[in-house]
C-alpha cells in the first residue's frame, strides 16, 4: 500500500459507504460484504491514488464498482408487492420462495447522515431503487443522497456531466411513476408520535387486540411475509389474516430495535417454556398510523443482525 492513505483513513469511511452499498444491493449483508471488498481493494491499490481527486470520491468509484459487478451477478431484490396482487386475508402463505430474490432491513438509519428520518433508507425506498438500471442507482444515490456534484460523478463513472444529468433526470422519473398516484402522502411523523404508535401497537398485538390494531392500521396497510410472496391490502384483510392463517400468533411477544429508521419488533411466538423466534417486523409508520407491515421470517439470520437473543424465557 502506498504512503497516500492509511487503514484509518479507509475505514473512517465504513458506515456511509454501508449505507450506500445497502441502497445500492437491498442487502445488509451484501452491503457489508461490498464493503469489505472495496476496502481491500483501496488498501492493495493505495498507491494508484494520485490525488487528483479526494480520498472520498476514490473510495466511492471503487465501491460503485463492487455494486454494479455485484448486480450483474444477479437480479434485482423484491418485495412481494412488486411481483403479486394482493390476498384476501386467509389466504395460506404457499411455499417460501429463495431468500436471495427479498430486500432485506438493515439495522440502522442512516449512517451517512445520522439521521432517522431519512427516508433514503426506508424500506419502500429501497424497493424503489431497485427498479432503476444498476448505473442509474448509483448515480441518483451519489447525487441526492451522498451528497456528490454532478461534476464529481460524471468523474466518478468516467463520462460527461450531460450524461450524469441526463440519468439522473431519468432516474427521477422512474421514482415519481412508481409512488402512491392517490395524492400527498401523509407527513413523516415526529419521533415522540412514532415511539407512542410503536408502543401502542405492542401492546395491541402482545394482546391479539384485533379491535385496537385496526385502529391504528391505515385504511390502505399492507402486510407482507417475505420470503412468501402473499401479501394483502386493507386493515379488514390483515385483521382476517391474524385471526385466520396467523392465529397461532396469539400471545407473542415483541421485542422493540430499529430497521431503516423505522420501528420494528423481533416477535417470539409461545414454544412450551420458552417463545421462540417467528418474524422481524419493520412498521412503516405515516402520520400517526402504521401504513405497513414487513414481517421478515428469515430469524436465523436476521435476528442475530439485529443483536435480537435466540429465545426468550415464558
Not at 48 to 66: G, P
Not at 93 to 109: K, N, R, S, T, V
Not at 144 to 172: D, K
Request: charged share 20%; with cysteine; hydrophobic share 45%.
Amino acid at each position: 500500500m502506498g504512503d497516500t492513505t492509511t487503514d484509518l483513513e479507509l475505514d473512517a469511511y465504513r458506515a456511509e459507504l454501508t449505507g450506500y452499498c445497502y441502497r445500492m444491493l437491498g442487502s445488509a449483508f451484501e452491503a457489508e460484504d461490498a464493503v469489505q471488498e472495496a476496502l481491500l481493494r483501496a488498501w492493495k491499490h493505495g498507491d494508484r491514488f494520485e490525488q487528483r481527486s479526494s480520498v472520498r470520491t476514490w473510495l466511492y468509484r471503487i465501491t460503485t464498482n463492487v455494486c454494479l459487478d455485484a448486480l450483474a451477478a444477479r437480479g434485482r431484490r423484491v418485495l412481494p408487492m412488486d411481483l403479486t396482487e394482493p390476498a384476501v386475508g386467509a389466504t395460506s402463505p404457499g411455499a417460501p420462495l429463495d431468500a436471495a430474490m427479498w430486500i432485506e432491513p438493515c439495522p440502522y438509519g442512516d449512517p451517512a447522515h445520522a439521521a432517522a428520518a431519512d427516508e433514503s433508507v426506508r424500506l419502500a425506498f429501497v424497493a424503489a431503487l431497485q427498479h432503476l438500471p444498476p448505473k442509474q442507482r448509483a448515480t441518483l444515490l451519489l447525487r441526492e443522497v451522498m451528497g456528490f456534484s454532478a461534476q464529481e460523478v460524471a468523474e466518478l463513472h468516467e463520462c460527461s456531466v450531460a450524461s450524469v444529468n441526463s440519468a439522473l433526470q431519468r432516474a427521477r422519473a422512474t421514482l415519481a411513476a412508481r409512488r402512491a398516484p392517490d395524492g400527498e402522502s401523509p407527513a413523516e411523523p415526529s419521533g415522540t408520535v412514532r415511539s407512542a404508535l410503536a408502543r401502542r401497537y405492542t401492546a395491541a398485538f402482545s394482546r391479539f387486540d384485533m379491535e385496537e390494531l385496526g385502529m391504528l392500521l391505515h385504511v390502505d396497510a399492507t402486510l407482507s411475509l417475505p420470503p412468501y410472496t402473499v401479501w394483502m391490502r386493507g386493515a379488514s384483510d390483515i385483521r382476517a389474516w391474524l385471526s385466520g392463517p396467523a392465529v397461532g400468533c396469539r400471545g407473542s411477544r415483541l421485542v422493540p430495535v430499529e430497521a431503516n429508521g423505522s420501528p420494528a419488533f423481533g416477535q417470539y411466538r409461545p414454544a412450551g417454556a420458552t417463545y421462540a423466534p417467528w418474524a422481524l417486523q419493520v412498521l412503516d409508520v405515516r402520520g400517526d398510523r402504521v401504513t405497513a407491515i414487513h414481517a421478515f421470517r428469515d430469524t436465523e439470520r436476521l435476528f442475530p443482525l439485529f443483536g435480537l437473543p435466540e429465545s426468550i424465557p415464558a
